[in-house]
């Protein structure tokens, strides 16, 4: 199955607010340190996924590469952390990823369908506000970084949406995605009081 | 802190009876499939170390470096499994991995040192495992990907050696490693029945 064109699997309900952009600009070095745990994490939802399919040849073909891209990713971040002078430290998650987790049915196959579409829309939602650092960041380098992420970023949130393509009908695909990425928006709408990648 | 020499950090108390080694050569599909577990449980050890310890700035920095190459490690095999026509499935674990876990102490920092320690002593073991697949192996073309496999694996219970010494005094290190290689060895005195990496 061919990965669809971009255009079809962009798949954002609403449009990030400038309200974040503001806020993640002003904030530059607690957004660099939130994305170092968003590599991480996403690394983490990648190899949880092969840990749960273990038996699902493709997925787990196509979510090894994913988490090591992820955890390359994780270290160039983090190179970017100690440039700065910012030292590694935990930061409170932003209510972003639990409330997508709570969407997520408990059943099979279920489960896996929403699993799936809930890191495409992660991803995608990362994938666009990267895409706007790289465009709005001061630091002209740290921008360049940003810009750079996104090339490789871009495919992620494609090979979670054909993953689940692949495994479920179409339609049935489309529907829970559409209900999936308006609460997606829904939450985002309100912008969190502390700087995220997904305040 | 420089590394260690081998001789120093070749810390397995017993080593691998003739027993798993008939077993493994009689088995080698399974050995393989459980392989391809035993290289993703790797890099989920890693990665969970890395969530619990965020600020770790060298333990991040280094079981990155391992994370990656485990899940490379696990591309690798999962093509030889390919290649001989084995599926992805899931496998029932042995013993090993459970039992090592009950020695891992609650509170910290001894949970830090015990996890460290742990990671250390599954690594030597498979270490040392595929070592002797690579020299016994009837497949040649099979034998030398063990081999290949070993070079890049020998680092990796040096990298955990490494930590626990840089985090704790090593006299501390020293007698907990006993004490736990001491069990590890107990724990592989009787054959699993079921061909295992670690069986």
Redesign the interface.
């Given at each position: 199955m061919p990965v669809a064109p971009r255009t079809q699997i962009n798949i954002l309900q609403q449009p990030t607010s400038a309200a974040w952009l503001s806020q993640a600009i002003a904030n530059l070095d607690i957004i660099l340190l939130d994305h170092s745990?968003c590599e991480?994490k996403a690394?983490?939802c990648a190899?949880n996924l092969?840990?749960r399919y273990?038996?699902?040849?493709d997925l787990?073909?196509k979510l090894?590469?994913i988490?090591?891209e992820e955890?390359?990713h994780?270290?160039q971040v983090?190179r970017w952390l100690a440039r700065r002078g910012v030292?590694?430290?935990?930061l409170n998650a932003p209510p972003y990823g639990s409330s997508l987790k709570q969407l997520v049915r408990r059943q099979e196959p279920e489960r896996l369908l929403d699993s799936l579409l809930m890191a495409a829309l992660i991803e995608a939602r990362s994938h666009e506000r990267l895409g706007l650092l790289g465009e709005h960041c001061p630091d002209p380098e740290l921008a360049a970084f940003y810009r750079g992420l996104m090339a490789s970023e871009a495919r992620h949130y494609g090979v979670y949406w054909v993953l689940a393509d692949q495994y479920f009908e179409r339609s049935v695909v489309q529907e829970r995605l559409e209900e999936m990425a308006t609460v997606e928006s829904e939450i985002l709408a309100t912008l969190h009081p502390e700087p995220r990648i997904h305040s």
């Amino acid at each position: 199955m061919p990965v669809a064109p971009r255009t079809q699997i962009n798949i954002l309900q609403q449009p990030t607010s400038a309200a974040w952009l503001s806020q993640a600009i002003a904030n530059l070095d607690i957004i660099l340190l939130d994305h170092s745990h968003c590599e991480r994490k996403a690394a983490a939802c990648a190899l949880n996924l092969m840990f749960r399919y273990p038996a699902h040849q493709d997925l787990v073909t196509k979510l090894t590469a994913i988490a090591i891209e992820e955890l390359e990713h994780f270290e160039q971040v983090n190179r970017w952390l100690a440039r700065r002078g910012v030292p590694l430290a935990p930061l409170n998650a932003p209510p972003y990823g639990s409330s997508l987790k709570q969407l997520v049915r408990r059943q099979e196959p279920e489960r896996l369908l929403d699993s799936l579409l809930m890191a495409a829309l992660i991803e995608a939602r990362s994938h666009e506000r990267l895409g706007l650092l790289g465009e709005h960041c001061p630091d002209p380098e740290l921008a360049a970084f940003y810009r750079g992420l996104m090339a490789s970023e871009a495919r992620h949130y494609g090979v979670y949406w054909v993953l689940a393509d692949q495994y479920f009908e179409r339609s049935v695909v489309q529907e829970r995605l559409e209900e999936m990425a308006t609460v997606e928006s829904e939450i985002l709408a309100t912008l969190h009081p502390e700087p995220r990648i997904h305040s």
